[in-house]
């Protein structure tokens, strides 16, 4: 396990005064008992741990999806998902890991595998018989909403193939795609492009690694330090220099301007400028918002659209501006929820023996758009694995509201999920 | 008068009393242990739970320093667990003299101490929050202790090896027989506290183990003892900022250890000579200090949460010694009173150190064993106490066993992990006049938020135990019949097995469960006053809103009576109000 400094999360086990209000909002001990609440798996269970102990105490923190909604409401700065997320660590370290975690934390190089043939891949995945070996074999939910890889090339095919239609401009922006739109949704990043350039910006878009986040999410913190020293690597020099970094994948985004330096304790200086240079993709729009310098010029978007804000959005403590840029689009009748997790929490829910609690956890934010009336034909979210957990859980397509916002642009196409002509 | 009679009356219900009713029990001789409070109530609860490994008195008191290493060998086998195999470092920061370390190495060849001094690197790897500016660090053999447990279970196999051990019976008087020249001590008058009975126990030796208190009682024989009360103060922080004890390699002085003990890490100490052992009152100036000591072994201490300050007073004796606490010996001082003053049947057991109680027993009963007349060689160093085959203590040893046996659904202390069973347990196998009893028997509130949570729900316990003993009242006499096993107290697996408890039904204040609660938060309350600042002052103002805001406790009817907790915390606002008048 990392050892401990003064800069650790650990230490905010002192801040907590037992009020049991994490405990009271916590969506997975609202519905299981494996889970007996964050007060009890954080600041209370920490204080019997310690770096090289003969074992691990306890093992129910791992039930914990680290949704981080205790973290949301905890009066007094306790980080009890970071506090989680290291014990599970430490039990990993010790315990060593199943093939199944191991897989589900390298998104990136499962990404790149299926990449190769697509086709086949999605094929050899996604038919019933595969998924069930996978449950059995490898513990993988044969229920759980896997993603598809894109069989139309990468994001940065894309990027390559249209080099010559993309904008040159002193205004500069870098963008961090992730894992999920370089190789299943390339589409994002389309959208995200289109949005930025149609502002008047040029898109950088460096080579980069899988966040870390998913090693992280499964307890294998070394691997995740080596991904999270490439980006800062490849990318603190664009921060150094002025240039924000744009993320569409909330979960990303966090990872690079929170968790990972939290809880790998990595606090030099690129790490640091680093985290201080990224922004959740629509907080930065935001800030061009009330400048006065983002263009407002959207069509109107008959459309009734209930918006999840996802737990790791809301980790970034930055309001909600995915909501309030697409309360600027006329018609646009928006429906916010107020649930507190879909479920999913990442890779959690893809688990077998979780895969039931994460659906409970979610049904809350599937009621929640059922109620919305049988004439709603999407939902938006900005999480990859929480949209996927919402048509998994409604039957409903989800999209990305920086989709919405290409859409109103005028710039993309929101039922084919494609740039619209003249601009790909 | 109920009166009995015994070979050996104990005076003294800590370390060293227990310690002695065990070696004379398992001798084969009769004991009865008086105790004016619950076990471990004076020093031996209130100290900072090293085990020593005899480093800190290697240069200044070679002889305490031999006692330690070899006791600490031995308590590791007998009370295996009630100690943590925790080690200990000596380490040189830059404010400690020039020559110490090396005569401190020296010092501990030639007692005999496995000291060994090790790379900075290693240090710091296993001690990451150690002051980077430490130059040397040496190992030892330090540990630390569970000196709640440790005298309950020395009190439990003294009991099982035929002893009794009457807890809240205050020694009123010493009995004598025969004028001066030619006295003896015949016994004891003693008061039973809770019901107000008194009993006259004649004993053929009378051992006086009343600690810091063993001057009062040698006065009730006419005896002078000059004990000298050291005062102690410690300083928690809420977690185990270290897993090592980190002392200063320097001749002992204030604030030189940090000893981390189950949750906690335990700064100490003041030595302050009093003039009461009951004179437990904190100054501000000694808190400070503590915590700028604590600062030079790992910075930022001082700024992390602090838990509680408490003082304990040591018993310390040197004949004829009139300088300051601080250098007087820690060396065990047994007074024979016949050669002494004259006055035969009469032993006093004092000075010395937790990690030397057993052998302040052992040489306080070869003494009794030569005055009776008998020949009986000590077993104590050989005897596991009950509970010993578990092993030492491990921090994470309760959590382990709560989610093994998944009691998280029945945690009535969360800080400290307290089960509903252990509580319970705890009731039927100790007598439980307040609800501090339970503290020391399981670590009731004594964790983050020092009773916030569990004060309300254990006094709603203690009273639904007793309507029901009302109704349907146990068989067995007060400290009779029921198995007094204490081994597992403090283990959450193993309490869940426990039946049903019953419980004393002659106990009184639990007659009045306002009465418990408030006592016990004021308890709690007087160990926070010096250290009501930052986190734990917020953590107070929550409890202030549950029990003076949605409890109303302040207002509570508790009819005017008192237990005896209540004279305790009372003791400091009586004294206070004294100083005031001044």
């Known amino acids: 396990m990392a050892p401990i400094s003064w800069h650790s999360v650990d230490l905010t086990l002192d801040e907590c005064i037992k009020c049991n209000i994490c405990t009271s909002h916590c969506p997975v001990s609202a519905v299981t008992d494996l889970f007996p609440g964050p007060k009890y798996v954080g600041p209370q269970a920490q204080r019997f741990r310690e770096s090289g102990q003969p074992r691990s105490p306890d093992h129910s923190v791992d039930y914990c999806s680290g949704c981080r909604v205790c973290n949301e409401v905890c009066p007094t700065g306790v980080r009890i998902a970071e506090l989680n997320a290291r014990a599970r660590a430490q039990i990993v370290a010790e315990k060593g890991l199943p093939l199944r975690n191991r897989l589900l934390g390298r998104n990136e190089l499962l990404g790149k595998l299926g990449s190769l043939a697509p086709a086949l891949a999605n094929f050899g995945l996604h038919n019933s018989f595969s998924r069930l070996v996978a ?290 | 008068m109920k009166r009995m009679s015994t070979d050996v009356l104990v005076i003294g219900g800590g370390s060293t009393g227990a310690g002695v009713a065990w070696d004379a029990a398992l001798r084969g001789l009769r004991v009865i242990l008086v105790e004016k409070r619950d076990l471990t109530h004076g020093t031996t609860g209130r100290y900072h739970g090293l085990l020593h490994s005899g480093g800190r008195y290697a240069v200044k008191d070679p002889q305490s320093a031999i006692e330690c290493i070899e006791e600490n060998r031995i308590l590791r086998r007998t009370h295996a667990h009630c100690i943590e195999d925790t080690g200990g470092f000596f380490v040189v920061t830059p404010e400690d003299e020039g020559d110490y370390p090396d005569r401190f190495k020296a010092a501990c060849a030639k007692v005999g101490i496995p000291c060994e001094e090790i790379p900075l690197k290693e240090a710091f790897r296993r001690e990451p929050l150690l002051n980077p500016r430490i130059s040397r660090v040496f190992e030892v053999p330090d540990g630390s202790a569970d000196s709640f447990l440790a005298t309950h279970v020395t009190a439990q196999a003294a009991r099982q090896a035929g002893a009794q051990i009457l807890i809240y019976h205050e020694v009123i008087d010493l009995l004598t027989e025969g004028s001066d020249g030619d006295r003896r001590v015949v016994g004891a008058r003693v008061c039973d506290v809770v019901h107000g009975e008194e009993v006259r126990i004649d004993a053929a030796i009378t051992v006086n183990a009343g600690g810091a208190w063993a001057g009062k009682i040698a006065a009730m024989a006419g005896v002078p003892v000059n004990v000298i009360p050291g005062k102690g103060v410690m300083v928690a922080v809420n977690h185990r900022l270290v897993n090592t004890v980190i002392n200063r390699c320097k001749m002992p002085a204030d604030g030189d250890i940090l000893v981390p003990v189950h949750t906690v890490a335990i700064i100490g100490t003041t030595d302050e000579r009093v003039s009461d052992p009951e004179m437990l009152t904190i100054e ?159 670590r009731l509130g004594m964790g983050p938020c020092q009773g916030g949570f569990c004060t309300f729900r254990a006094a709603g316990i203690l009273h639904q135990l007793r309507l029901h003993a009302q109704e349907a009242p146990p068989q067995t006499e007060v400290d009779g019949g029921l198995p007094w096993n204490v081994a597992y107290l403090q283990s959450p697996r193993h309490s869940v097995q426990a039946k049903p408890a019953a419980l004393n039904p002659k106990v009184s204040p639990l007659d009045n469960p306002n009465l418990l609660l408030r006592d016990f938060l004021q308890e709690r309350w007087r160990g926070l006053t010096p250290v009501l600042w930052g986190r734990q002052l917020k953590q107070e103002r929550l409890n202030e809103l549950i029990y003076l805001t949605i409890m109303n406790v302040d207002h509570l009817p508790e009819d005017g009576e008192a237990s005896p907790l209540t004279e305790f915390w009372r003791f400091d606002a009586v004294a206070g109000a004294k100083e005031d008048g001044r």
């Not at chain 1, 980790?315 to 429906?335: Q, S, T």
């Not at chain 1, 900005?382 to 039957?395: F, I, K, V």
């Not at chain 2, 509903?420 to 196998?429: F, K, L, P, T, Y």
Request: with cysteine.
């Open chain 1, 135 to 424: 449950e059995k074999v490898m513990g993988i939910a044969r229920k759980a909403p896997l993603p598809t890889w894109s069989t139309s090339g990468t994001f940065r095919d894309w990027l390559k193939r249209t080099r010559d239609r993309r904008l040159k401009s002193n205004k500069k922006v870098v963008y961090f795609h992730g894992c999920a739109t370089m190789y299943y949704e390339p589409f994002i990043g389309k959208a995200a492009v289109v949005v930025l350039e149609h502002n008047g910006y040029e898109v950088i878009v460096p080579e980069q690694n899988c966040c870390g986040l998913p090693l992280l999410s499964n307890g294998e913190f070394d691997a995740a330090r080596n991904y999270h020293r490439n980006n800062v690597g490849r990318l603190a020099g664009y921060a150094r220099a002025g240039l924000p970094i744009v993320g569409t994948s909330t979960s990303c985004t966090l990872t690079l301007k929170e968790e990972a330096p939290e809880l790998l304790d990595y606090h030099d200086e690129p790490a640091t400028t680093l985290k201080l240079g990224t922004y959740d993709i629509f907080e930065w729009l935001r800030e061009l918002y009330e400048v006065g310098e983002l263009r407002t010029d959207f069509q109107p978007l008959p459309l009734k659209l209930p918006y999840h804000a996802p737990c790791q959005q809301r980790a970034h403590r930055i309001g909600k501006p995915a909501l309030e840029l697409m309360a600027l689009i006329p018609e646009l009748e928006l429906a916010e929820s107020h649930a507190r997790c879909c479920g999913i929490a990442g890779t959690y829910g893809y688990k077998v023996e979780k895969y039931q609690i994460a659906m409970d956890v979610g049904a809350e934010l599937f009621e929640f758009v059922k109620a919305q009336g049988q004439d709603v034909r999407y939902t938006a979210c900005d999480s990859e694995t929480c949209r996927w957990q919402l048509e998994h859980g409604t039957a409903l397509p989800s999209r990305h509201p920086i989709e919405i916002l290409a859409a109103a642009y005028g710039l993309y196409d929101l039922e084919r999920r494609e740039v619209v002509a003249g601009k790909r």
């Open chain 2, 284 to 442: 501000p100036w000694e808190v400070d200090l503590m915590l700028r000591e604590g600062d030079k072994l790992v910075p930022g201490l001082s700024r992390s949460r602090i838990l509680r300050a408490w003082a304990g007073v040591r018993p310390l004796y040197q004949e004829g010694y009139t300088g300051e606490s601080r250098d007087a010996t820690r060396a065990l001082a047994l007074l024979d009173h016949r050669q002494r003053d004259g006055v035969s049947g009469f032993l006093t057991i004092t000075g010395g150190k937790w990690t030397t109680f057993r052998l302040m027993a052992e040489k306080t009963v070869d003494k009794v064993c030569e005055q009776l007349g008998v020949e009986r060689p000590c077993l104590t160093a050989t005897t596991p106490v009950p509970g010993a085959e578990q092993g030492h203590y491990w921090l994470g040893h309760r959590l382990h066993e709560v989610e093994e046996a998944r009691l998280q659904g029945d945690l009535i202390c969360e800080c400290e992990l307290v089960t509903r069973a252990m509580v319970e347990q705890a009731v039927a196998n100790n007598p439980t006049v307040t609800l501090d009893d339970l503290r020391r028997d399981v």
